[in-house]
């Protein structure tokens, strides 16, 4: 997630202090991913050092305003303009946990899935509830309609997951049943490997 473009998102809209930053981020993302003061000093002395805004004076209780310079625009406007990268995904905890229960001793990978589903499954329908109070009234602003976006992506992340969860299930059941048809072999050592290639490697190579 880019604190650093949310931020710079928010001063194009007028120079803001610090804890006000906080407060509208939080309020637009409907508390999704919430910030701590610290976080937003520390990316706010970034984005000047960075000459993206700079100080601009203070307000009537004596907070220290930030405006976005022209170069902030500059830097606002390409994020805007490009697309996310999806070739390096970020680390997602599930994945490395099924990855790891695979044939780990002890470890029933089936009950780490229906578990996890469970929990998915609860917080869709949690998602689902929010999303049906903010529709309850028309959204009357452009935070309450960011707010809406957001829960409409977490539901849909929410199910994706659950169908990944049901496809993972149903494959391992499919190579239980390969397995036990095979006939038994000596175990051996296993086969040397080269060194692993990242998702983007592999896509070029499919090219």
Known sequence: ???RHGLLALLERGPRYGSQLRTE???RTGATWPLNVGQVYTTLSRLERDGLIVQDGSDDSGH???AITDDGRTELRTWFGTPVDRTSPPRDELAIK???AVGAPGVDI?????SQRR???RAMQDYTRLKAQALADVPADRDEVAWLLVVEQLIFQAEAEARWLDHCESRLVRLAEAAATEPSAEPGPAPARGPARSIADRARAKR
Do not use: C, G, N, P
């Open 1 to 3: 997630m880019s604190i």
């Open 25 to 27: 981020f939080e309020s």
């Open 64 to 66: 220290d305003l930030y």
């Open 98 to 100: 099924l990855a790891m």
């Open 110 to 114: 089936r009950e780490v899935i229906q």
């Open 119 to 121: 929990h998915t499954l």
